[in-house]
C-alpha cells in the first residue's frame, strides 16, 4: 500500500467519467440530462448548487472535457475581474478560436459588477460558463446571468453511493484488501453525503496503516471520527433519518410518549443539532397557525440546548417535544405556500399592481387611516385577484382569527 501523495486522493483520484461519480443518478446516469448534454458536444452555460463534495466540480470537468474547449478555473474567492478577463483574452487567441470553458467555484462571491462582467462573454460565445456554488442561486446570482445559464441541483449522495466510490478509490491507493467491509460502510455513513469527506477518511485510515500490513476495522475508523459522528447511524445509513422521521410524525401525531422516545435515541447517539433544527421545522409546518407562540418557545429551548450542549441540553429540548407533542396543530399557513408557490412556478402573478408599488403608491389606501384599520383593496397581481391560498384551521386560534375577520370585513 503506496498512498503518500502531496494533494489528497479526493483530487488526485477524481472521476474521469460519469459512470465512476457516486450518486447524482438524475443528472449523470443512464438517461441523466449532463450525461446527454456531454455526448451531444454541445454545452451550454450551466450553474451547479448543492453541498460540498456532491460532485460539482467532478461534474464541469467531465463536461468541459467532452465539449473539446480549452478549461480554465477560478474561484470566486480569490479570482478578480483582471482574471476573468484573461480567461476571455485566451478564448481570442487561436488555443481558444473555439471558445473556451470557464469553471468557476463559489461564484456566490462574485459582486454584482463582477457578475455581469461575465454576460458580454457569454453572449458572443467566447467563454461557455460552468458555475458552483452551495448557496441558493436565486439568491445569489444575479437575474441577467441565471436567464443565460441552465441551473441543476446536486443533491447529499446516499451512503451506499459512498460505499461504492470508496471501493474504487480504496483500489486505486492498493488498499482494496486492507479495509474491512464495516470499515468502509462507517466512513460511508458518516460523512453526511460528502463523497470529498469521505475519500479523504479512507485516506487518513489508510494512512494510519500504510506499511505494516494491518487491517483496518470499523474501531480504527472510529478513532479518527468525533464522538458526536458516532451512534446516530446505523449499518445502512438509514436510521438517522428514519430517526428525525419518526420524531416529526410522533409529534404531528400528538404522541409525545413516541416524540421523546426517539428524541433520546438521537441524543444519545450523540447528536444534538439535527434534532435541535427539526423540532424548529416541526413548529412552524405543523403547529403553525394554531399555537404560532410555538416557534417562539421552541427556539428559546434549541438556544438554550446549543448554549448547555450535552448532556444538559436534553432537558430544553424534552420540554420543546412534549409542547409540540401536545399542542393543536395546524399546517394552514404552511399549505397556502405551497399553492402560492405553485401558481408562481406556472408563471402566475408576475405583475404587482401599480398601487402597490415603491415609491408612487399611486391609488394604495392606507388602512390606518380607515375604521378598524381595514380598507378593501386588491393585493394579488390582476390574473391571481380572486385566489384564495389560505383556509382558516379548525382549532381556536385560527377560528377567533376568522370570526375577528369576518366582523371586521363584513363577512367577507
Known amino acids: 500500500m503506496n498512498i503518500n501523495e502531496s494533494k489528497p486522493a479526493a483530487d488526485r483520484l477524481r472521476p474521469k467519467s460519469f459512470d465512476d461519480m457516486a450518486g447524482q443518478e438524475k443528472l449523470v446516469g443512464k438517461n441523466g440530462i449532463l450525461r446527454r448534454m456531454a455526448e451531444s458536444g454541445r454545452l451550454p452555460s450551466v450553474i451547479f448548487f448543492g453541498p460540498p463534495g456532491t460532485g460539482k466540480t467532478t461534474a464541469a470537468t467531465i463536461l468541459a472535457e467532452s465539449s473539446g474547449k480549452e478549461l480554465y478555473r477560478l474561484n470566486a474567492t480569490t479570482a478578480s475581474l483582471a482574471d476573468v478577463r484573461e480567461v476571455a483574452a485566451a478564448a481570442e487567441s487561436i488555443i481558444g478560436s473555439a471558445g473556451v470553458v470557464l469553471y468557476l467555484d463559489e461564484i456566490q462571491y462574485f459582486n454584482k459588477k463582477q457578475q455581469q462582467s461575465l454576460l458580454q462573454y457569454i453572449e458572443d460565445g467566447s467563454i461557455t460558463l460552468i458555475a458552483s456554488t452551495t448557496e441558493n442561486p436565486y439568491y445569489y446570482i444575479y437575474d441577467a446571468l441565471l436567464s443565460r445559464c441552465a441551473v441543476f441541483e446536486f443533491k447529499k449522495v446516499a451512503p451506499r453511493e459512498i460505499e461504492r466510490r470508496l471501493k474504487t478509490v480504496a483500489d486505486q491507493l492498493g488498499a482494496a484488501d486492507c ?17 470529498r469527506r469521505a475519500v479523504n477518511t479512507l485516506e487518513l ?68 443539532i439535527s434534532p435541535c433544527r427539526r423540532l424548529m421545522v416541526i413548529a412552524s409546518e405543523d403547529i403553525g397557525a394554531a399555537y404560532p407562540m410555538a416557534a417562539v418557545i421552541t427556539r428559546a429551548c434549541v438556544e438554550s440546548a446549543r448554549e448547555l450542549g450535552l448532556p444538559e441540553a436534553r432537558i430544553p429540548l424534552a420540554n420543546a417535544a412534549v409542547m409540540l407533542a401536545t399542542s393543536p396543530k395546524s399546517n394552514t399557513a404552511y399549505a397556502a405556500l405551497d399553492a402560492a408557490a405553485a401558481d408562481i412556478k406556472a408563471g402566475l402573478g408576475t405583475e404587482i399592481p401599480s398601487h402597490l408599488k415603491s415609491p408612487q403608491f399611486k391609488g394604495y389606501k392606507y388602512p390606518h387611516d380607515y375604521p378598524n384599520r381595514y380598507v378593501s383593496q386588491q393585493y394579488l397581481p390582476d390574473d391571481l385577484k380572486d385566489r384564495h391560498y389560505y383556509e382558516y384551521g379548525d382549532n381556536k386560534t385560527e377560528q377567533t382569527a376568522k370570526a375577528y375577520w369576518d366582523k371586521i370585513k363584513g363577512g367577507k
Open 205 to 272: 485510515a489508510a494512512n494510519m496503516k500504510a506499511g505494516d500490513g494491518g487491517r483496518i476495522t470499523k474501531a480504527d475508523v472510529a478513532e479518527l471520527l468525533p464522538s458526536v459522528s458516532m451512534g446516530s447511524f446505523d449499518r445502512d445509513g438509514d436510521t438517522h433519518y428514519d430517526l428525525l422521521s419518526g420524531l416529526q410524525k410522533s409529534i404531528r401525531g400528538s404522541d409525545p410518549n413516541a416524540a421523546v422516545f426517539y428524541l433520546a435515541r438521537l441524543l444519545e447517539g450523540g447528536d444534538l
Open 179 to 195: 479495509f474491512d467491509a464495516d470499515a468502509l460502510r462507517l466512513i460511508a455513513d458518516v460523512s453526511a453525503g460528502d463523497v
